[in-house]
């Protein structure tokens, strides 16, 4: 193991309507986290509160002065450890994103990242159309832990790797995807588009993620859970499965990102003039007898 590492804490639960028992397992998740001694803690997309869009849109939170989010910041500094909220509905005075939120060692709010994707489409029937509750974020970010660059992607954006390329292109070598994946496309591209962008970035891939109930109360949309741990070669690391509510632990060599990137240096190969380039077309005329 190199110099370098990051102990990453990953996780995973069956998140409700109700927020303030959400917020009782996320701080549930930090502290078993930090017991372990993580640098950082990743959570859900939508671990704080998971109904349907216009239901969370109502329930949003705020991020000065939220008594829910305060609760995690102090979280944050009992415990020593930089945790990431990984995705909510967030009201500002621009307008309601779905924000990751950074809090650091001491319990304050040093970044945020507003989700640039967002999830207009129907699956199973039933049509999540988030673009209606809230506005799209503008810009890729970076969050430097403990000297690591760890960019910061929520959910939906899985499916865009031109972003995932930025964020590595910029020097990320940890990449976060917190997520409340449907089941249904859960089941179908989860682990195939998450090792994807581990290996077209050669980096740590990080996404923890909501997970569905036991079908007592049904959920506002069925979750897939199995958050995933990857590495820079393409390998799972972790896979919490179905477990209603799970924590693991992992320390993330820095040198594999190197390794990676010396072994398939797919990264010096990158050439956005020739992207950009006007696309050239040609014909074939088939010929019947």
């Known amino acids: ?16 309507r109700d927020v303030a028992a959400n917020v009782e397992l996320a701080l549930r998740a930090i502290r078993g986290c930090a017991a372990e001694e993580a640098d950082l803690v990743v959570l859900p997309e939508n671990g704080l509160m998971l109904g349907t869009n216009v239901e969370m849109r109502e329930a949003a939170f705020s991020e000065g002065g939220d ?7 102090e979280a944050a500094r009992e415990n020593d450890v930089v945790v990431v909220v990984g995705g909510l509905k967030n009201r500002t005075d621009e ?26 489409a129907r699956i199973g029937g039933q049509s999540f159309e988030a673009s209606s509750v809230e506005q799209a974020g503008a810009a890729p970010v970076i969050v430097d832990v403990d000297g690591v660059a760890v960019g910061i992607t929520v959910c939906y954006d ?11 292109l910029e020097g990320a070598e940890v990449i976060l995807v917190p997520a409340a994946f449907t089941r249904v496309t859960g089941a179908a591209h989860w682990e195939v588009l998450l090792r994807s962008r581990a290996i077209e970035s050669a980096a740590f891939v990080i996404a923890s993620a909501t997970v569905h109930g036991d079908g007592e109360v049904p959920d506002a949309f069925e979750t897939w859970g199995h958050a995933l741990a990857v590495g820079p070669w393409g390998e799972v690391l972790a896979d919490l499965g179905e477990e209603p509510f799970a924590t693991t632990v992992l320390d993330l060599d820095l040198g594999e990102v190197s390794a990676a990137r010396d072994r398939l240096p797919v990264l010096r190969g990158v050439r956005p003039d020739a992207y950009r380039a006007e696309t050239r077309r040609f014909t074939t005329t088939g010929v019947t007898t």
């Open 158 to 168: 899985v499916r865009f790797p031109e972003l995932y390329r930025t964020l590595a």
């Open 95 to 120: 307008g309601t994103f779905n924000s990751a939120l950074v809090y650091d060692r001491a319990g304050e709010l040093v970044g945020r990242y507003d989700k640039i994707h967002l999830f207009d």
């Open 1 to 16: 193991m190199s110099e370098r590492t990051l102990r990453v804490g990953l996780t995973q639960w069956h998140a409700t």
């Open 67 to 73: 008594p829910h989010l305060e609760r995690i910041a």
